[in-house]
């Protein structure tokens, strides 16, 4: 059975720093691209970016480049988001996908991850 | 950026209705179109993919069709179970782009 299994809530502060993860079973993980799609409180789905773990080639969304940093590690069929400096906006839930290529519709989604911001 | 436009924003129906949602591409796109279902406190299930193709396991009251620019998700007869927000996603081109939902509401 395919999964992406993501960690859990996290509450931070801004200008604190956090890695997501995003950990995929039942299927080869180095064979399929991994996405992240943000969804804000209350509001639609925004696309931020790909990593193709088998390489760690990576595309952003113009929105997100230089604001996050995917990478993967294959060794433990995991995929990370991460920020460098939270900042209040960031607040929102955080959805791992797979995709069959990089031209491919997403198929499997994460659970998701709530990241909330807090002073 | 592809701009992808959904509508309507939101809908009342009965169980049994016909439901229709749209999403017209600002370029074309080929059928490189899927659709989502949402309902809340959960995550996305793909519903469609390559515009019209049905994911396995979905119930087959849901279609997709179109080409270019503009792609419908028609639900045959509402269930009670489809009461949920859809999204239109195109993967033709970074960065990909989504629909801003549809808000299928019980009347």
């Not at chain 1, 069929?77 to 491919?104: H, P």
């Not at chain 2, 179109?33 to 299930?45: C, I, R």
């Not at chain 2, 859809?86 to 782009?97: A, G, I, V």
Request: glycine fraction near 10%.
């Amino acid at each position: 059975e395919v999964q992406l299994v993501q960690s859990g809530a996290e509450v931070k502060k801004p200008g604190e720093s956090l890695k997501i993860s995003c950990k995929g079973s039942g299927y080869s993980f180095t064979s399929y691209w991994i996405g992240w799609v943000r969804q804000m409180p209350g509001k639609g789905l925004e696309w931020m970016g790909i990593i193709y773990p088998g390489d760690s080639d990576t595309t952003y969304s113009p929105s997100f480049q230089g604001q996050v940093t995917i990478s993967a590690d294959k060794s433990i069929s995991t995929a990370y988001l991460q920020w460098s400096s939270l900042k209040a906006s960031d607040s929102a839930m955080y959805y791992c996908v797979r995709l069959f290529s990089i031209s491919s519709c997403p198929d499997y989604w994460g659970q998701g991850t709530l990241v909330t911001l807090s002073s | 950026d592809i701009q992808m436009t959904q509508s309507p924003s939101s809908l009342s129906a009965s169980v049994g209705d016909r439901v229709t949602i749209t999403c017209r591409a600002s370029q074309g796109i080929r059928n490189d179109l899927g659709w989502y279902q949402q309902k809340p406190g959960k995550a996305p299930k793909r519903l469609i993919y390559a515009a019209s193709s049905l994911q396995d396991g979905v119930p087959s009251r849901f279609s997709g069709s179109g080409s270019g620019t503009e792609f419908t998700l028609t639900i045959s007869s509402l269930q009670p179970e489809d009461f949920a927000t859809y999204y239109c996603l195109q993967h033709k081109s970074f960065p990909w782009t989504f629909g801003q939902g549809t808000k299928v509401e019980i009347k």
